[in-house]
């Protein structure tokens, strides 16, 4: 658990990339899908049903890990993936915001044209 | 997950006066809350500083983009990852990356829509100080109490 705790705490630490652009994939975005179950899946798992190769979906799985929405966790030998809602998280709540001080702003515009 | 925000407010004003509110730089100060150098114009750089309490230290630096007259009013601002006053100053914005703001009128029976976008969320990365956010979400809550009081009081 304690070991769980500090790589997710790395990984928000080093999530610098975009998240949007992380999600603005059509596989990456089925990826996502499938894990949100909160059930971790191995790469075998992950590339059952689908036409892209192993390599391809591992290629994609990196791209979610460098942004903290997927991390890989070690079961024997084999590494599996979970997801992490984290980031998503924290942008909707910046978006969030954002969006506030909008209204903020426009709620004086109003008053200064009305008045 | 959206990546946009879009906001659409009535103004019971004609449009001619809602279009001087948005691009004349000093009414545009007034209630965005902002000291800027110098008028807007499409391409260059508009500096200021922001004048709401708590943020003084924080510094307005947007592209302006496009000026129609009484259509569209537009520019480009950065999203630095923290506000905290001791984490921004220190900070590096030469980098920070921006959105696109759209402030579209429209004329209407009873006076103007205006319908404003924020896009380009996607380029920005998801390693906001959102402590600092929150904190300072608690300092614009109590000031929009301030304000309230004081219009309730002078009416």
């Known amino acids: 658990m304690l070991q769980k705790q500090r790589s997710s705490l790395a990984a928000r630490e080093r999530a610098h990339a975009p998240v949007f652009a992380a999600l603005g994939d059509e596989t990456r975005l089925a990826l996502v899908t499938k894990l949100s179950g909160g059930q971790p899946r191995s790469i075998s798992q992950l590339t ?6 192993r390599q391809a979906i591992t290629k994609h799985l990196r791209v ?8 890989s966790v070690h079961a024997g030998r084999e590494s599996l993936f979970e997801f992490d809602p984290t980031p998503i998280e924290d942008m909707r709540e910046y978006l969030d915001f954002v969006s506030k001080q ?3 702003a426009l709620t004086r515009l109003k008053s200064f044209v009305e008045d | 997950m959206n990546d946009r925000i879009e906001k659409r407010i009535e103004l019971k004003a004609p449009i001619s006066r809602v279009w001087r509110a948005v691009t004349d730089y000093r009414e545009f100060g007034e209630w965005f809350c902002v000291k800027l150098d110098g008028p807007f114009v499409p391409g260059q750089v508009s500096r200021g500083r922001i004048t709401y309490p708590g943020y003084e230290h924080v510094k307005w630096e947007a592209v302006v983009q496009k000026m129609e007259p009484e259509r569209l009013f537009s520019f480009t ?16 914005h030469s980098k ?7 402030i579209r009128l429209e004329k209407t029976t009873t006076g103007t829509l205006l319908v404003l976008t924020e896009s380009g969320f996607d380029n920005i990365p998801g390693n906001f100080r959102l402590e600092a956010f929150r ?3 608690g300092g614009w809550a109590e000031q929009m109490k301030n304000i309230e009081r004081y219009v309730a009081k002078a009416a």
């Open chain 1, 48 to 53: 059952k049903g689908s036409k892209l190769t």
């Open chain 1, 64 to 71: 979610l890990e460098s942004v903290g929405i997927v991390h």
């Open chain 1, 102 to 104: 909008w209204d903020h």
């Open chain 2, 77 to 92: 601002w950065p999203h630095p990852n923290s506000l905290d006053k001791a984490e921004y100053t220190q900070g590096d």
């Open chain 2, 96 to 102: 920070d990356p921006t959105t696109l703001v759209e």
């Open chain 2, 135 to 137: 904190r300072n979400e």
